[in-house]
């Protein structure tokens, strides 16, 4: 188990098998280069399974999942689709014809045949060469693999060793056991210690040593987590997703408010600029060409009013100003409450928390037992789906005809007033094409679980007997009219079981793949962010994985921005037990167990600066943001960085005193308690005028950990 | 007495040291704040160089030869039929001998004046319940059951264990019914930070650990 902290988890000293070996925040990339490296020097990677070029090749070479390592890129420079993969038109190759009744028509990639030893269509081949390097049509081309074996060898062993802070000797143990059980092997990464500004290349990496042992839907391997059969889509009843008169918004036709999924030379802005006669004109804040929706980028938007204002923001049970590191300053609180920056802000939550707190108007929102929802959980590895249902009568205000007040009612209420299409009357089409009303959460939630009650094969009926004991005959006509006469026993028999599961044994094949086989692609080659320039610089990054030190918007190191010898701490944050992101600080029982966070800190570290376990301390960054906290001194903390469990250190949450119609009502300090990290902000943004948090590039998540620290008493 | 022997054995190498029994034991005991009657210990632990986290819960170990009950004067403290070890309210003098003689420190004296602590859920298990922290123990590390019954589950994996399955303290001669599985790695490792009990500081690291 790789992390900066030993947070929680089984790694105990009564446990066997498992070892946690610290590594710095943000160096992930030098890890997964490192043992890519291993792999590609003792030749302990599947090159079958890395060769196989599509899915139908690798399933019959007995495998789960395919790769584009042997696509040949173009890398003359002065070819128009230079760092691009070459096309069957590039190489001079004949496609076969286009099938009239298909939507999208294949692309036509290239590839050595293994075999042949000559150029075909990707398509063809059952096995492309891995390292070929040379010239086809006249265009010169090496392979995708042949580029990844130069970008993870850009360091030796020893230099992954230093930034990562893993001994060579374990880093070398690693990769030799990585690559000496098969197909066998996976690599799990997420949360928060994979955050930061070079974020992207941890689930690069990851991906990439699950490929290259062939490990992709294979039993004992990386088998698929997470499935489950439609519940909230076009399921065995319901269609839950298809809206007539849906309006056709897209990233094709708009922008998203947190700036992904668009180049900044495909915006709006860009080509009117240049069109006014500006020379490569720079945005306030960064474009992510190829980044997701984002919460934290959306909020940094909203504040600086770019790229357009926000008229109206709505949040549901979410505090993205406390779970944005370095967003919650009083600068960005300030345009929050401003109403000329933004007019109407509404939050419905259980909880007034710092988002709330600055809202117009807030909508109570019901608890988990009061509500309903259908989670499929990634981590468990059945097939199914669990439902949460209304277990309790919520105990909020109720409408005047008796719905009571939440989310759900809230949007459907305004959705019926706008007119929008898909709520009310005539919204849901059931698999016949009959249409069904959606006036309250019931007639949503309930025909989800109806999808799933007669998903693969329909459940039985509940008893009489059954439904008496749990109390569900009990449910009223509200509930009862959200699905047919005959679907209503199969509901409560997956209600009484909270939800519906299948062995394990459902996903798994007789040949030791994933039953449901999709095909499963891996980028050695990342084509998209090989076309991806940064908005600033338009540099690049490697489309292969490499390891990428800690960058600001532009792509420059922050390095070269600020002394590594004065700040030379990283910070991470990790999970909390005693509190959630942003919520718990309310609780009497969890304040009680824990009162506060710890800045956690490694011993030899410690012992340098002269600070003792218990000692109040500060990390300041270059731009002069302090975090302030008390001293954990731990050898379960990786050496060179800090920690913090996140959720603590709440501004208003019941922390602080407010007026409520002229009465002064006293605020807890005891919320209040503890540390979050006060990161800085990107001086590069700032250079162009914007507040924007430090981020991933690619992914526009939030810089959550790295940073630049120097740590002293306080 | 009854040949019954309810005992409880916990698996510290599976003991994450979450704390979900902490919070299922306050809110089934309504157990006063700052009061525990139980809790877990955590702490950073060096063994054979591999820094590891130690996580230890602790209760009121039920002890079959309890020097709490001993010293009782009034007999408030007293052996159940199930050989549990209870306290009786109404004839608790709150003289606090119990949590002198008690090695273990599990027992509080409330605001009223009474002495209280672990009841091994008594309420629960008079009724085929298992105690609280033991149904909401996320990873089976808690177990419950009767230590004379060969065949309840408890008894099978302490079977199992063998002498690797000890109580805390065995040489204060009060035979806890508190088994851990693991406990000689646990408390044999080098302390490597402060003890922790829940999130807040119990014994700042150069106290070390008791
Ligand atoms: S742990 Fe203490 S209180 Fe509990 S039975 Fe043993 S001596 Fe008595
Ligand atoms: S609930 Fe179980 S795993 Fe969690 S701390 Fe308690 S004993 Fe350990």
Not at chain 1, 66 to 94: C, S, W
Request: with cysteine; glycine share 8%.
């Amino acid at each position: 188990m790789l992390d900066p902290t030993l947070a929680n988890g089984v790694i105990t000293p009564a446990s066997e098998g498992i070892n946690w070996v610290p590594i710095k925040p943000a160096t992930n990339g030098a890890f997964y280069s490192a043992i890519a490296q291993i792999l590609i020097r003792d030749n302990t990677f599947d090159a079958v399974a890395m060769a196989c070029p599509t899915q139908k090749a690798a399933e019959a070479a007995g495998y789960g999942g395919y790769t584009n390592a042997t696509y040949l890129v173009i890398t003359d420079e002065n070819h128009p689709n230079y760092r691009k993969l070459m096309r069957a038109a590039d190489a001079g190759l004949e496609e076969p014809p286009a099938d009239p009744a298909a939507t999208t028509q294949p692309t036509y990639y290239v590839v050595i045949d293994a075999a042949t030893g000559a150029p075909a269509l990707h398509t063809d081949a059952a096995k492309g060469d891995l390292f070929f390097e040379g010239e086809v049509n006249g265009v010169k081309v090496r392979t995708g693999f042949s580029m990844l074996r130069d970008s993870v060898n850009e360091r030796t062993i020893d230099e992954y060793a230093e930034i990562t802070g893993i001994p060579a000797s374990e880093i070398e143990r690693m990769g030799k056991e990585f690559g000496s059980h098969g197909y066998k092997v996976s690599v799990q990464a997420a949360a928060a210690s994979t955050a930061s500004v070079v974020g992207f290349d941890t689930p690069a990496g990851r991906e990439l040593l699950k490929a290259m042992m062939g490990s992709n839907q294979m039993t004992g391997g990386s088998f698929p987590s997470g499935q489950s059969p439609v519940t909230e889509g076009k399921g065995a009843c319901y269609d839950l997703t298809t809206i007539a008169g849906l309006p056709n918004v897209s990233a094709k036709n708009a922008a998203m408010i947190s700036r992904g999924g668009k180049a900044w030379e495909k915006t709006d802005e860009y080509k009117n600029r240049v069109a006014a006669g500006e020379k490569d004109p720079k945005p306030m804040l960064p474009w992510y060409t190829n980044a997701p929706q984002s919460d934290a980028q959306a909020i940094m938007s909203i504040v600086n009013q770019y790229p357009y204002q926000c008229k109206i923001l709505m949040t549901w049970m979410c505090n993205v100003i406390q779970a944005t590191p370095g967003a919650m300053r009083d600068e960005a609180i300030e345009k929050l409450k401003d109403t000329s920056v933004l007019p109407l802000h509404i939050v419905c939550d259980i909880v007034v928390g710092e988002m709330a707190q600055y809202a117009d108007y807030i909508v109570p929102d019901v608890t988990q037992y009061e509500s309903f929802g259908l989670p499929t959980v990634s981590m468990i590895g059945g097939f199914g789906t669990t439902i949460r249902w209304e277990a309790k009568a919520p105990e909020t205000a109720k409408t005047e005809d008796g719905r009571p007040i939440c989310w759900e009612t809230f949007l459907i209420d305004v959705a019926k007033a706008c007119e929008l299409p898909g709520w009310g009357e005539n919204a849901i089409p059931d698999v016949n094409g009959q249409m069904h009303p959606f006036n309250d959460a019931y007639d949503y939630y309930l025909k989800g679980v109806a999808n799933l009650a007669y998903a693969v094969e329909p459940v039985e009926d509940i008893t009489p007997e059954e439904a008496h004991m749990q109390g569900l005959d009990e449910l009223g006509d509200n509930w009862k009219k959200a699905v047919t006469a005959e679907e209503w026993p199969k509901v409560l028999k997956v209600l009484s079981r909270g939800g519906r599961y299948w062995p394990m044994d459902y996903k798994r094949g007789a040949d030791g793949r994933f039953k449901g086989l999709k095909a499963k692609e891996t980028y050695v080659y990342n084509e998209k962010r090989a076309l991806m320039t940064n908005p600033y610089s338009g540099k690049r990054l490697s489309p292969t994985l490499n390891y990428n030190p800690q960058m600001f918007a532009d792509l420059s190191l922050m390095t070269d921005h600020y002394s590594a010898e004065e700040y030379p701490f990283l910070c991470s944050e990790h999970k909390p037990k005693f509190r959630s992101v942003t919520m718990l600080a309310n609780s009497p029982i969890m304040r009680d167990i824990c009162a506060h966070n710890y800045m956690e800190i490694n011993t030899e570290d410690a012992a340098e600066l002269g600070i003792k376990d218990g000692d109040i301390i500060r990390a300041i960054t270059p731009r002069g943001d302090v975090t302030e906290g008390e001293a954990m001194v731990r050898d379960g903390q990786v050496k060179g960085a800090f920690s913090i469990e996140f959720g603590y250190e709440h501004l208003a949450y019941g922390a602080q005193d407010v007026e409520i119609d002229g009465k002064l009502v006293k605020g807890d300090p005891a919320i209040a308690a503890g540390t979050r990290i006060h990161m800085m902000l990107d001086p590069v943004v700032a250079e162009h005028g914007g507040m924007g948090i430090i981020a991933d590039t690619d992914a526009s998540s939030p810089g959550r950990c790295g940073g630049m620290f120097k740590i002293e008493k306080a | 007495m009854s040949d019954k022997r309810l005992g409880m054995l916990i698996d510290l190498s599976v003991c994450i040291g979450c704390n979900a029994c902490t919070v299922a034991c306050r809110q089934e005991n309504e157990t006063p704040l700052t009061k525990f009657n139980t809790w877990v210990e955590s702490w950073d632990a060096g063994i054979d160089g591999r820094v590891t986290r130690a996580n230890l819960p602790k209760l009121c170990n039920h002890c079959a030869n309890p020097a709490c009950v001993k010293v009782c004067p009034t007999g408030a403290s007293y052996q159940a039929e199930d050989g549990t070890v209870q306290v009786d309210p109404e004839r608790c003098i709150g003289c606090k001998y119990c949590m002198a003689a008690c090695p273990y420190q599990v027992r509080y004296q409330l605001e009223s004046g009474e002495v209280d602590k672990c009841t091994f859920c008594h309420h629960r298990t008079t009724e085929g319940l298992l105690p609280a922290c033991v149904s909401t123990c996320v990873t089976t590390s808690r177990m419950f059951g009767d230590l004379n019954d060969p065949d309840s589950d408890i008894s099978k994996k302490l079977a199992a264990a063998g002498d690797k399955a000890k109580g805390l303290m065995e040489d204060r001669g009060m035979e806890p019914r508190v088994y851990y599985i693991g406990l000689d790695e646990t408390l044999g490792a080098e302390q490597l930070s402060a003890v922790h009990k829940g999130g807040n500081v119990l014994r700042r690291r150069e106290e070390g650990n008791a």
